[in-house]
């Protein structure tokens, strides 16, 4: 199972990429989100995801909002901020670059 | 979300931490409804507490909310112990207040640039030299021709200023009869353009209104005297005030900081240069000089070409001196010219007190370190207390920084609640000082504004006292072993070895205020017990003053009314007090010899003066009727001792030189103070009032005073009487000032009694908190030991041996301390031999004093700890623990 650290770097686009199709998540259903959407490939250790929605919210990338569910229970939900968008477009294209990089190097070698 | 938001967190922290907890649980919340085991759904989380810290600081300023919360848990320390919490910021506030007000003082007087342009370009010509009387002498009166060729001289590097002393005047507006004081000082027309000045109303002078003697009658108005006293009227432009014989118009009133440059005086009127009566004299020095620097120009090559035009100034006119020895001629020549910087102003206020206030400044100064070393003291033994805290902070992880900050904080509390309080108190105080500078009728005025410069004084000194209390304390917290703390170890006579040394230090300063103190009440007590050699009570002085000169016989008219008036015993005329701070002297010749070296010094009295003044006749006789100067005079012991050789000069004959006038003795009286408490006796010889010109022509008095012994002891209740009754018997005379003699004696001794005084408080303060210092140390050096002094006792200790022992160190620092403080002493007594008189630092009680009260302050503030420690009962004390 891939540990966290692979992670690293790319879970603010995975966050953000995820917020942009599906506005109005929760922490938990960002996660489930991640690990559905890859397959069960990618996994984070669920409790750092909730600093890493933090430093993005102090960046002003996300906002968040408490709203109450059926059950009674308050969730914080968090929504793109047109910040956040111009932050996907640069993290997905340098996310491409990096990878079409890593990949010219495989098909090299 | 912005640094704002963050900001803002700081101050809802509790809210922040709720919400972030409320999330990471909602999350595990929604794991167990999608299915979830609870404890894999935790196990997964990984570390909630780690996850919700590391949010928290993301989204708050991390420093700043620890340190709110250092702030608000340091305010608890305080409010836990009240009593020596308030005891610690009463003391501090005291000294700080007395720091900040001796700032506020040294600042205006000293430091504070007037307010004109360019004040650094501003200097102020001084002359070094020996005086006439033989000492060495530092003069800044000038005479007018000589400043006007030194301007010729420089005038391409700098610009000079003519300005008089700021003399206390008569003045009256228009036809009024009314006289009123004011302070006027004679400037050169082109001052107020050297300085930039703007005028408020009307105009300033220019270099026009300054060319011809006698031909510029205009007056220019300081803003605070035309705020004062016209009520900032405009219309009084083109008025006119008489002082002396003359009118002068109002022209123009001066931008509203300008006071003139003699800080300590404001300066009410100005009038140019030309109009002062010795403006073109060679041998009149009325005023000083000052130099506006041109920009980049180097100040030696200009005071070089100064001081050579000055010299040869003089040199030239000493050809025309006679009645002078040669000596007496060279020492006069041979004097260097100094450039001094006067961008803070320049006057005599600055002199008297430039020492003393340095001297004040010192002491209140050390008295703060008193109360610092008492409160670091206290914060120690406090700190010793918390040990095991500190420990305990440290092993649930706090950071050592974290602690130096729990402690800083509380210190930093202690020194921002003693700086407001302080600062409350310096409000009150330097004014307070300042009111007592000068007496009463003639007060000194500095302006104390509360500006940058003492705020960012207070708030150096709020953030040295932080330090000072808190820094080793809060080392000595963060370098805590938790492991030895926790386990009730660490070496308690490390702590004891800084509070021993902080008490040495406190006791050395204390002894330093209380000896510099003692040195200045003696002073101040030798001083107003001097012998007198007349007699000061019941006695008025009313400077006097006639619309225009007046016969000799129309004075001597009115001294006869006015010892009809009830209530008077006798009156006498003479041309000043005693004591009133002015004197006139010669050289004189004795049987022909050459010139004296040592100068005579002159008062005029009339017939009967002796007598009111109670001065005893040793031989001869007063004057009387028809005496006249020259002629006949009456000499003082010390002049019979100077000028012939102590023998009986009764009968004998001496010349006033420089007029070539023949006085013969007539009557050898006891010897008085002539100008000064301060100085030695001098050779005085009293000729009459009544004086003959050459042609023997008699010379009309414009001014004199009226010396007038009462019946009351206060005299002053029949001031207004007479001041009534002298314009009754010639209407032509004023009386201008009346004070008693024994207000002019209390007015030569002002700076002593206020050194005295002030000394003498903070001596006591010092005192106080020593001693309170040293009972702290002490009862928490037996606390320390209480399980130690238990088991000594059980072994048998005799009481004695147990007071002797808790005692030792504290006193052996004492020792230490006052040696200290001794060495101190007798080094800083030269830089303040100036403010003494007739008082040597070496003398045994000088020294006793401050050793005795401090002895006797520690054996008093030692006796609750030794009964403290003698109480201990041992069974008791070996079971607790």
């Known amino acids: ?109 | 979300m912005s640094l704002g938001s963050r900001l803002a967190n700081v101050f809802r922290g509790d809210r922040l931490s709720r919400e972030i907890d409320e999330e990471l649980r909602s999350h595990i919340a929604e794991a167990v409804e999608h299915g979830r085991d609870p404890a894999e759904a935790r196990r997964a989380f990984g570390s909630a507490i780690r996850h919700s810290e590391e949010s928290r600081d993301i989204r708050i300023v991390a420093w700043l909310d620890s340190l709110r919360a250092d702030t608000i848990f340091g305010w608890r320390q305080l409010i836990k112990r009240k009593v020596t919490s308030a005891a610690a910021i009463l003391s501090l506030a005291l000294a700080i207040g007395a720091c900040t007000s001796a700032f506020r003082l040294i600042d205006a007087l000293l430091l504070r640039p007037l307010p004109v342009a360019n004040p650094d370009r501003l200097f102020a010509l001084y002359r070094e030299g020996t005086g006439f009387d033989g000492k060495p002498q530092t003069f800044d009166a000038w005479a007018y021709p000589d400043f006007r060729l030194m301007r010729a001289a420089v005038k391409d590097q700098a610009e000079l200023l003519a300005i008089s002393y700021a003399e206390r005047t008569d003045v009256a507006y228009g036809s009024d009869q009314e006289i009123e004081k004011a302070y006027l000082q004679y400037v050169s027309g082109w001052m107020f353009g050297s300085f930039g000045l703007r005028p408020a109303v009307g105009r300033l002078f220019t270099e026009n209104d300054d060319q011809k003697p006698g031909a510029h009658p205009y007056a220019v108005l300081s803003h605070d005297y035309w705020t004062r006293r016209f009520g900032q009227d405009p219309n009084v432009i083109g008025r006119t005030l008489r002082m002396g014989e003359r009118l002068y118009e109002i022209v123009g009133v001066g931008p509203e900081r300008f006071t003139g440059t003699e800080t300590g005086i404001v300066t009410d009127i100005f009038v140019p240069t030309m109009m002062h009566p010795a403006a073109i004299r060679d041998d009149s020095t009325w005023h000083r000089t000052l130099a506006v620097l041109k920009p980049g120009v180097a100040i030696e090559p200009v005071r070089a070409k100064l001081h050579a035009t000055s010299r040869a100034f003089e040199q030239e006119r000493a050809k025309g001196f006679t009645g002078m020895s040669r000596k007496s001629i060279d020492r006069f020549i041979d004097q260097t010219l100094l450039l001094e910087p006067a961008a803070a102003g320049t006057s005599g206020l600055q002199k008297d007190y430039r020492v003393a206030l340095a001297a004040m400044g010192m002491l209140v100064m050390l008295v703060l370190l008193i109360a610092c070393a008492n409160v670091a003291n206290l914060m120690t033994a406090q700190a010793a207390a918390r040990a095991r805290e500190m420990a305990l902070r440290v092993s649930i992880g706090a950071g050592r920084w974290r602690l130096v900050q729990l402690v800083l904080v509380e210190s930093a509390w202690l020194a921002f609640l003693a700086a407001v309080m302080g600062a409350w108190f310096a409000r009150w105080s330097a004014p307070f000082v300042v009111s007592r500078i000068n007496p009463p009728d003639n007060p000194a005025r500095l302006f104390l504004a509360a500006g940058w410069r003492v705020l960012g004084f207070g708030t150096a000194l709020t953030v040295g006292v932080m330090f000072l209390l808190g820094l080793a304390p809060a080392l000595r917290a963060s370098a805590v072993k938790p492991a030895s703390a926790l386990k009730g170890g660490e070496d308690p006579r490390s702590r004891g070895r800084l509070m021993h040394a902080l008490i040495a230090a406190q006791v050395a300063f204390c002894f330093l205020v209380l000896f510099v103190a003692g040195l200045f009440v003696a002073t101040f007590d030798r001083l107003s017990n001097r012998p007198m050699g007349f007699s000061p009570e019941r006695l008025l002085t009313l400077n006097t003053v006639a619309q225009r000169s007046q016969p000799p016989v129309f004075w001597d008219q009115v001294a006869e009314h006015l010892r009809s008036v009830p209530g008077v015993e006798t009156a006498a005329l003479a041309d000043r007090p005693l004591l009133d701070g002015y004197g006139s002297n010669s050289f004189i010749s004795v049987n022909g010899a050459p010139p004296t070296e040592v100068l005579a010094y002159f008062r005029s009295i009339s017939p009967g003066w002796t007598g009111t003044m109670k001065i005893p006749f040793i031989d001869g006789r007063d004057f009387r009727e028809g005496d006249t100067a020259p002629g006949v005079a009456i000499v003082t012991e010390a002049f019979a001792k100077q000028y012939f050789n102590g023998e009986n000069p009764v009968g004998k004959s001496f010349e006033r030189t420089a007029r070539h006038v023949r006085y013969q003795v007539v009557g050898l009286v006891r010897d008085a103070p002539y100008r000064s408490m301060r100085e030695p006796i001098l050779p005085v010889a009293y000729v009459p009032l009544h004086s003959v010109d050459a042609n023997g022509a008699m010379q009309p008095i414009r001014e004199a005073t009226f010396i007038v012994r009462t019946f009351s002891s206060n005299p002053l209740a029949l001031a207004s009487t007479l001041r009534r009754e002298v314009p009754r018997a010639q209407p032509e005379f004023r009386v201008t000032n009346i004070r008693s003699q024994e207000e002019l004696i209390r007015a030569q001794t002002v700076r002593e009694r206020l050194l005295a005084m002030l000394a003498l408080f903070f001596a006591a303060v010092a005192l106080l908190l020593a001693g309170i210092g040293l009972f702290g140390v002490l009862d928490y050096s037996v606390l320390q030991r209480r399980r130690e002094i238990g088991i000594r006792m059980a072994i048998g200790a005799q009481a004695g041996d147990i007071a002797r022992r808790v005692t030792a160190d504290v006193f052996g620092m004492v020792i230490a301390g006052a040696l200290a403080g001794l060495g101190l002493g007798l080094a800083s007594v030269r830089y303040i031999g100036a403010l003494l008189y007739e008082v040597k630092a070496t003398d045994a009680t000088m020294l006793a004093l401050p050793s005795i009260a401090i002895l006797a302050a520690a054996l008093l503030a030692a006796v609750p700890a030794v009964i403290r420690a003698v109480r201990i009962d041992p069974v008791a004390m070996l079971r607790s623990d």
């Open chain 1, 1 to 109: 199972m891939p540990k966290p650290d692979s992670l690293q770097g790319s879970l603010d686009l995975l966050v953000l990429k995820i917020l942009s199709r599906r506005p109005r998540l929760h922490g938990y259903a960002i996660m489930s989100a991640i690990k559905d959407w890859s397959g069960e490939v990618l996994r984070a250790e669920e409790g750092s995801l909730y600093p890493a929605l933090h430093r993005m919210e102090e960046a002003g990338w996300i906002r968040a909002e408490w709203v109450t569910k059926e059950s009674g229970r308050r969730a914080r939900i968090y929504d793109l901020t047109a910040a956040g968008r111009k932050q996907l477009d640069a993290e997905e294209s340098r996310w491409e670059a990096v990878t079409a990089a890593v990949n010219r190097v495989l098909r090299t070698v």
